[in-house]
């Protein structure tokens, strides 16, 4: 596996007089694309979007065209990648999960005095696992030096200021070409600074064999990790990580206040039907055979639909919000993911964009039933449609709803995303615009909405 | 115009006649109707409004008085059609063409059985009959289909004329020497067949296509020229033959479409009927939904078993709404099920009725979304208004501790819930394709009930619950 890696290093320098020539692979694409319009036709028609051959046909124009483009595709794709030295970054696999650092003996105290005022709790020296700089048990990878743009958005750092990577980050960044993973040196102390060169690259597959299956990460999640990440979105593992419901453990506090809250939703209901039957009573007089909205004379469709409601809806708003315990396991948020565009940090991620769940096709065929779905949505916070847009166009506020979550639906390896949406029609009275000019101006000038 | 085509060159020219004069300015819409005076009813339900009282004016108290005063008088009759169930349809007939139109006008009601939606199947004949002029929205769907057609038909014409053309070229610089490289060729090819290539170039857009039709027959009258000139064409002349064997066939596809304007069908026996008694064989057909809706919730349908003769008196009573409750839940399942078996809480009617109620009682006009794979489609105010925006998917959900508390129960709403993930993609991107919304609705379904007789009770234990999904595409969120 090594020997592989040494290739791909070594063959630039053999070749080293050829990147004078290509300036960049992409301009240098685009150039010979050109050239090939150039040929082809007095007018532009082949890179054009949108415009493409449907099917083969026997001219020697179209497999000219073809095998130009493909010509340009392979030599954009062979030009040598190379990995300076000055980027290079090395980390280290640590299969036992996260260890103190080893300087640690020499000045246990001053570490735990640092710890004490970064953290909130202070680290035991013997005990690794209850760490001090907040590492997630799962991280096994530590870099050391760590240097480059990933790491603003990726890793923890310890207390000598390694960075400890989580499996999928690992993952993602030895993929990607930004990583040196070494193995552990049998010595047991791999941070010398010394040994550095003695000890074994890991390999990619030896990667996916270490990390696939550690600390929750199965391939889907991977999937969609790597996904998203190389849109530029940054990711950060949710509380409902874990299937195995562990957490609920450490809040049991949580767990406790959850039945009087699950309480909540049938006593509100019950004071919402109440309150619905106290606002028509009317209506109850006929709804058992005849007409609902009785026969008599009607003053305004108004008051026809306003008898009419008589079948009960969910309102998110009242619904209380639910702890990630309570959700069903793959419906349940994994990833909380950050535009490119949002200003990120580490160490105080802000509220995230996106939430996302994610759901293997093979291990669960069937849409979620409307439990899992409603749970996983109460997980959420209330996210209600507002602003000055919204509040104009009533199809937006329906289409943006309360809460929102994302499911990244994998089917073995193809993730399609569908973004889930509590909207209440319920709460829009359509009806109520009526009579009137329908769309902007009207919704503007109703504001006081009756419920 | 009309007359069979024989030759070649035919078409061609005939074809040119409409196509450059007719096409470039489009021809202006025909003005619609006063759909906001038609429809300005959102129910089937008579509301009459009291004049407003202005405390400092007396004579307004003297009008609401007078209001007042004739409703005493003479009580406004709610109007209430009547329509029958038919068995083998599993569906509701409205026969009277009074009842008709009102239930279309008022709140979009049904569907005419041989329309597409509003019932014009009489329009369209006597139009066809040449009885009365006009368009009906069938047909000039039909005429917009039939011009895309033809488009598309051209369009591909058009590129196999250019990928003959451009072989021809090949083999031509073949023939003429190895030593010229191909792309000098090419070139100077495409000087010379300037037209045909600026066709071929255009070839993707239905507009240019349009333009590059006209041109193309142009083309072919100045090859005909050439051809009567000089024979040493002769090549090029078949060739061109050759490629233009889709156009009779797109020469039918005209004539199919028009025809229903030319009145061809000289039908000796009904052509001499009078415009006036001309027999309607058209009626509305309600879905049970919508049947039940008019004749439960608003009281304006009467239901009866079997059609009524106009002349007949009314001697059987109409269904009550409980039979047909429990009419219409038997007739959820194909075939229909015993009329002895009980009402059970997630009989498909029971929930699909859930939700049209549900929806029609916000004010939308719900109408079933078959057409687009989906359960409904929700309109707002009708659709001669706008388009939908939501597509609504019904799925049932057992969430009552009652269904889950024996295995037989579990697994039998296991299966009654479950959607496979394949499903739900082919749902959520034909709704992306025809530019709606996917609104998925979930039923609470309550455990059997004890009594059926307060059928508002008993829908009052249901519980709907709306989700919106739309596929959502990473790349384009990132900002």
């Known amino acids: 596996m090594a020997d592989v890696d040494e290739d791909v290093i070594k063959a630039p320098a053999n070749a080293s007089t050829e990147p004078d020539v290509d300036l960049s692979d992409e301009t240098q694409d685009f150039r010979f694309l050109n050239h090939l319009n150039f040929f082809a036709d007095a007018s532009p028609s082949?890179?054009?979007?949108?415009?493409?051959?449907?099917?083969?046909?026997?001219?020697?124009?179209?497999?000219?065209?073809?095998?130009?483009?493909?010509?340009?595709?392979?030599?954009?794709?062979?030009?040598?990648?190379?990995?300076?030295?000055?980027?290079?970054?090395?980390?280290?696999?640590?299969?036992?999960?996260?260890?103190?650092?080893?300087?640690?003996?020499?000045?246990?105290?001053?570490?735990?005095?640092?710890?004490?005022?970064?953290?909130?709790?202070?680290p035991k020296p013997e005990r690794p696992l209850p760490n001090s700089a907040r590492i997630s048990p799962d991280a096994c990878v530590y870099v050391p030096s760590p240097k480059g743009q990933f790491f603003k958005t990726m890793g923890q750092a310890d207390s000598s200021s390694r960075v400890w990577l989580l499996p999928e980050e690992a993952l993602y960044l030895i993929e990607r070409g930004s990583l040196d993973i070494r193995w552990p040196s049998p010595s047991g102390s791999p941070a010398g600074p010394g040994e550095e060169d003695l000890s074994i690259p890991m390999s990619l597959?030896?990667?996916?064999?270490?990390?696939?299956?550690?600390?929750?990460?199965?391939?889907?999640?991977?999937?969609?990790?790597?996904?998203?990440?190389?849109?530029?979105?940054?990711?950060?593992?949710?509380?409902?990580?874990?299937?195995?419901?562990?957490?609920?453990?450490?809040?049991?506090?949580?767990?406790?206040?959850?039945?009087?809250?699950?309480?909540?939703?049938?006593?509100?209901?019950?004071?919402?039907?109440?309150?619905?039957?106290?606002?028509?009573?009317?209506?109850?007089?006929?709804?058992?055979?005849?007409?609902?909205?009785?026969?008599?004379?009607?003053?305004?469709?108004?008051?026809?639909?306003?008898?009419?409601?008589?079948?009960?809806?969910?309102?998110?708003?009242?619904?209380?919000?639910?702890?990630?315990a309570d959700t069903t396991p793959p419906f349940r948020v994994v990833f909380h993911v950050f535009k490119p565009s949002t200003p990120f940090k580490k160490s105080a991620p802000p509220a995230p964009d996106f939430r996302v769940a994610v759901v293997s096709t093979r291990d669960q065929t069937t849409m979620p039933t409307m439990t899992q779905l409603g749970a996983l949505l109460e997980s959420t916070p209330l996210d209600p449609p507002r602003g000055e847009k919204m509040d104009r166009m009533m199809y937006m506020r329906l289409r943006h709803g309360y809460?929102?979550?994302?499911?990244?639906?994998?089917?073995?390896?193809?993730?399609?995303?569908?973004?889930?949406?509590?909207?209440?029609?319920?709460?829009?009275?359509?009806?109520?615009?009526?009579?009137?000019p329908q769309g902007p101006k009207w919704n503007r000038n109703q504001k006081p909405r009756k419920r | 115009m009309a007359t069979s085509v024989t030759s070649m060159d035919?078409?061609?020219?005939?074809?040119?006649?409409?196509?450059?004069?007719?096409?470039?300015?489009?021809?202006?819409?025909?003005?619609?109707?006063?759909?906001?005076?038609?429809?300005?009813?959102?129910?089937?339900?008579?509301?009459?409004?009291?004049?407003?009282?202005?405390?400092?004016?007396?004579?307004?108290?003297?009008?609401?008085?007078?209001?007042?005063?004739?409703?005493?008088?003479?009580?406004?009759?709610?109007?209430?059609?009547?329509?029958?169930?038919?068995?083998?349809?599993?569906?509701?007939?409205?026969?009277?063409?009074?009842?008709?139109?009102?239930?279309?006008?008022?709140?979009?009601?049904?569907?005419?059985?041989?329309?597409?939606?509003?019932?014009?199947?009489?329009?369209?004949?006597?139009?066809?009959?040449?009885l009365q002029d006009g368009k009906t929205s069938e047909e000039i769907t039909r005429l917009r289909r039939t011009e895309r057609r033809e488009l598309k038909l051209e369009r591909a014409r058009m590129e196999k004329l250019a990928i003959e053309e451009r072989l021809k070229a090949e083999a031509a610089a073949r023939e003429s020497g190895v030593s010229e490289s191909l792309?000098?060729?090419?070139?100077?090819?495409?000087?010379?067949?300037?037209?045909?290539?600026?066709?071929?170039?255009?070839?993707?857009?239905?507009?240019?296509?349009?333009?590059?039709?006209?041109?193309?027959?142009?083309?072919?009258?100045?090859?005909?020229?050439?051809?009567?000139?000089?024979?040493?064409?002769?090549?090029?002349?078949?060739?061109?033959?050759?490629?233009?064997?889709?156009?009779?066939?797109?020469?039918?596809?005209?004539?199919?479409s028009t025809s229903p304007s030319s009145p061809k069908l000289p039908d000796p026996v009904v052509d001499s009927l009078d415009p006036d008694d001309f027999p309607n064989e058209e009626h509305l057909q309600l879905s049970n939904e919508e049947?039940?809706?008019?004749?439960?919730?608003?009281?304006?349908?009467?239901?009866?078993?079997?059609?009524?003769?106009?002349?007949?008196?009314?001697?059987?009573?109409?269904?009550?709404?409980?039979?047909?409750?429990?009419?219409?839940?038997?007739?959820?399942?194909?075939?229909?099920?015993?009329?002895?078996?009980?009402?059970?809480?997630?009989?498909?009617?029971?929930?699909?009725?859930?939700?049209?109620?549900?929806?029609?009682?916000?004010?939308?006009?719900?109408?079933?979304?078959?057409?687009?794979g989906t359960d409904y489609l929700l309109y707002n105010r009708g659709p001669v208004f706008s388009h939908a925006e939501f597509a609504v998917i019904v799925i049932p959900s057992y969430s009552h501790p009652y269904w889950s508390e024996t295995e037989e129960r579990k697994n039998y709403t296991a299966e009654k819930q479950a959607r496979s993930w394949w499903w739900m993609h082919c749902v959520s991107r034909v709704q992306a394709q025809v530019l709606k919304s996917l609104v998925v609705c979930y039923v609470e379904v309550p455990p059997p009930a004890a009594?059926?007789?307060?059928?508002?009770?008993?829908?009052?234990?249901y519980k709907v619950r709306e989700f919106l999904i739309k596929r959502w595409i990473p790349n384009r969120t990132r900002d």
């Not at chain 2, 009489?122 to 139009?127: G, Q, S, T």
């Not at chain 2, 020229?225 to 596809?253: C, D, I, M, Y």
């Not at chain 2, 009980?342 to 004010?363: K, W």
């Not at chain 2, 009594?451 to 234990?461: H, K, M, P, T, V």
């Open chain 2, 183 to 256: 792309d000098q060729d090419a070139q100077s090819t495409t000087d010379d067949m300037t037209n045909a290539t600026a066709a071929a170039t255009e070839k993707f857009s239905l507009k240019k296509a349009r333009e590059a039709r006209a041109l193309e027959a142009r083309q072919a009258r100045e090859l005909a020229a050439q051809n009567a000139a000089a024979g040493e064409q002769n090549q090029t002349e078949t060739s061109n033959g050759k490629s233009v064997r889709f156009s009779p066939f797109v020469q039918k596809k005209e004539f199919l």
């Open chain 1, 46 to 122: 082949i890179p054009r979007r949108g415009e493409k051959d449907f099917e083969p046909n026997p001219t020697e124009l179209q497999a000219d065209v073809l095998s130009a483009s493909r010509g340009a595709m392979h030599n954009a794709l062979s030009y040598p990648r190379l990995h300076n030295t000055k980027t290079r970054v090395i980390a280290f696999y640590a299969p036992d999960g996260y260890v103190p650092p080893v300087k640690a003996d020499r000045a246990t105290l001053k570490a735990g005095e640092e710890d004490g005022k970064s953290s909130e709790s202070t």
């Open chain 2, 10 to 130: 035919k078409p061609v020219a005939a074809k040119s006649g409409p196509a450059s004069d007719a096409r470039p300015p489009r021809a202006p819409r025909p003005p619609r109707p006063n759909f906001r005076q038609i429809h300005q009813f959102p129910l089937p339900v008579n509301v009459h409004h009291v004049p407003p009282v202005i405390p400092h004016n007396p004579l307004s108290l003297i009008s609401v008085a007078l209001s007042y005063l004739t409703f005493l008088i003479s009580p406004p009759r709610q109007e209430v059609y009547s329509a029958y169930f038919d068995k083998a349809t599993s569906s509701i007939h409205v026969t009277d063409e009074r009842s008709i139109k009102a239930l279309w006008q008022m709140g979009f009601f049904g569907k005419g059985s041989l329309s597409r939606s509003e019932p014009s199947w009489l329009a369209r004949e006597k139009k066809r009959r040449g």
């Open chain 1, 403 to 436: 809460r929102n979550v994302v499911m990244a639906v994998v089917d073995q390896g193809v993730v399609s995303y569908l973004r889930v949406a509590d909207s209440a029609f319920g709460k829009e009275k359509l009806y109520e615009n009526k009579g009137g």
């Open chain 2, 291 to 372: 049947a039940f809706f008019l004749a439960y919730s608003l009281g304006a349908l009467q239901i009866y078993d079997a059609p009524l003769n106009s002349g007949e008196v009314q001697a059987t009573s109409p269904t009550t709404t409980s039979a047909l409750l429990q009419q219409f839940c038997n007739h959820s399942f194909q075939p229909a099920r015993d009329s002895s078996a009980s009402l059970q809480p997630d009989d498909p009617f029971m929930i699909s009725y859930t939700v049209y109620h549900h929806f029609r009682s916000l004010g939308w006009v719900i109408r079933s979304g078959v057409k687009f």
């Open chain 2, 451 to 461: 009594s059926l007789d307060d059928i508002g009770a008993l829908f009052g234990q």
């Open chain 1, 205 to 324: 597959q030896a990667a996916y064999a270490c990390f696939m299956g550690r600390g929750g990460l199965t391939l889907e999640r991977y999937s969609v990790y790597t996904g998203l990440r190389r849109l530029g979105y940054a990711l950060l593992r949710a509380p409902g990580w874990f299937d195995d419901i562990e957490k609920p453990d450490a809040d049991a506090s949580n767990v406790i206040e959850t039945p009087p809250k699950l309480h909540g939703p049938g006593l509100a209901g019950i004071l919402g039907s109440i309150f619905n039957w106290i606002h028509d009573p009317r209506s109850t007089a006929s709804t058992a055979t005849g007409p609902i909205i009785g026969t008599g004379i009607h003053r305004h469709y108004m008051d026809v639909y306003r008898k009419l409601a008589i079948i009960p809806w969910y309102d998110p708003v009242t619904a209380p919000e639910r702890h990630p």
